[in-house]
């Protein structure tokens, strides 16, 4: 079974606003990283962030990392129609040997 | 560095057919495993590898065969395809603790 759970499954803005996403897991990790994907194409890396951080910053995106909680939430400032895509973590297992990944959210744009 | 690369970009195969997806990585990650992805879902594992020699199954192992001969290649293949392997696979590779870097992706369809 997978061990990011992302939340929403779907997200629909107008451009400008903010938009977050999260995902909640099951085990200890060392890293949780969020990865981009648009339509028809590959991953895209964004952000990785280890358990012993609690927030990250990549240009318009905010990670943060809540252990306890076992949950993290990537944050997009100032959406633009090109943010439209689907976001999804990927969470370490298996003794980290393995990593495994939600089913993602959706993220549509509207300009 | 050409990162991780994948061939073929397309292939129609009939049920029952055999073949070989090609992954190659020239990072010298320890690290390489292979999702596969339906379609509006996340990425499924199917097998994995932490080193040349050593190869594990993911969640979705049935099927599929892997080997990991060198630090650089793993190939995964299709025993007896099937419709229900009709998915798009993508090849990943990273250090211990660090980024996954994915391929462009394999899109197969079997009839």
């Known amino acids: 079974s997978q061990q990011g759970e992302e939340d929403p499954q779907a997200l629909s803005i107008q451009e400008g606003e903010n938009a977050t996403m999260n995902c909640s897991y099951k085990?200890?990790?060392?890293?949780l990283q969020w990865y981009r994907q648009n339509s028809g194409r590959g991953l895209v890396h964004l952000i990785l962030?280890?358990?012993?951080?609690r927030e990250k910053h990549s240009g318009r995106l905010r990670v943060t990392l809540d252990t306890s909680k076992k949950s993290s939430s990537l944050l997009i400032t100032a959406s633009r129609a090109a943010d439209t895509a689907s976001y999804f973590c990927?969470?370490?297992?298996?003794?980290?040997?393995?990593?495994?990944f939600g089913i993602g959210t959706k993220l549509q744009v509207i300009p | 560095n050409a990162g991780v690369t994948q061939t073929p970009k397309f292939q129609v195969l009939k049920t029952g057919q055999s073949m070989t997806l090609q992954c190659a990585q020239d990072?010298?990650?320890?690290?390489m495993s292979w999702y596969r992805q339906d379609p509006g879902m996340g990425l499924r594992l199917i097998h994995y590898s932490v080193g040349a020699g050593i190869t594990d199954q993911g969640e979705v192992p049935n099927g599929y065969n892997v080997s990991r001969s060198t630090t650089e290649d793993f190939p995964l293949r299709l025993l007896s395809a099937a419709p229900s392997q009709t998915s798009v696979y993508f090849c990943a590779s990273r250090r211990v603790g660090d980024t996954q870097y994915f391929g462009p992706g394999t899109r197969l369809t079997v009839l």
């Open positions: 990927a969470i370490p297992s298996g003794g980290y040997q393995k990593v495994t």
């Open positions: 962030i280890r358990s012993n951080e």
């Open positions: 085990t200890s990790i060392n890293n």
């Open positions: 990072m010298n990650h320890e690290y």
